[in-house]
């Protein structure tokens, strides 16, 4: 594991970026994708959503060599592609207020699967101050693969369910 941190969110929303490329907005990030919690379509960063609407969540960032297998811990889980430049990559939480910073290990195109678990209790608690236990967490994978379409490959979180549903109105 690269990173085992806390980004902060709001409006359930942080970002990843390589070091060149701009925040993504969520009105380029997910049109035509079929998924609704990890935007990619910029090509360059990425729009994800969580559960919680504000407060620290724990993000965990690993970069396997091949594509990893899917834990059963992780109640919802989506891929992307995505073109990285590096040489590193950026954890943006909201407004700036958290930011990691990870060595990429080559630049070029990556398989990224956002996994999720406990969104449905963050999206019921709404905010988390300090000192509370976190209601959901997250993991990013990245590995080195060619350039494909965003796919949802496990979906059991009704907050997902209505990300996933309403992508095109995002």
Known sequence: MILAGGVYVSYAQFYVTDGWAEQPLPETAFP???????????????????????GTVPVEVEFPDVEPILE????????????LNGPDLIVLGWAGMSTHTVRLPAPGP??????????????????RLEGEDAPDRYRLQFWPAPIGPDAILRCTSEIAA?????VANI
Do not use: K, P
């Open 72 to 83: 059963r811990e992780w109640e919802d889980a989506v891929e992307v592609s995505i073109g």
């Open 32 to 54: 035509g994708q079929v998924n609704g919690l990890c935007g990619a379509r910029t090509g360059d960063g990425l729009f994800l959503i969580t559960g919680l609407h504000t």
């Open 110 to 127: 990556y398989r990224v699967r956002y996994c999720a678990a406990g969104m449905d209790e963050g999206r019921r608690r709404d905010t």
């Open 162 to 166: 209505y990300w996933h549903g309403n």
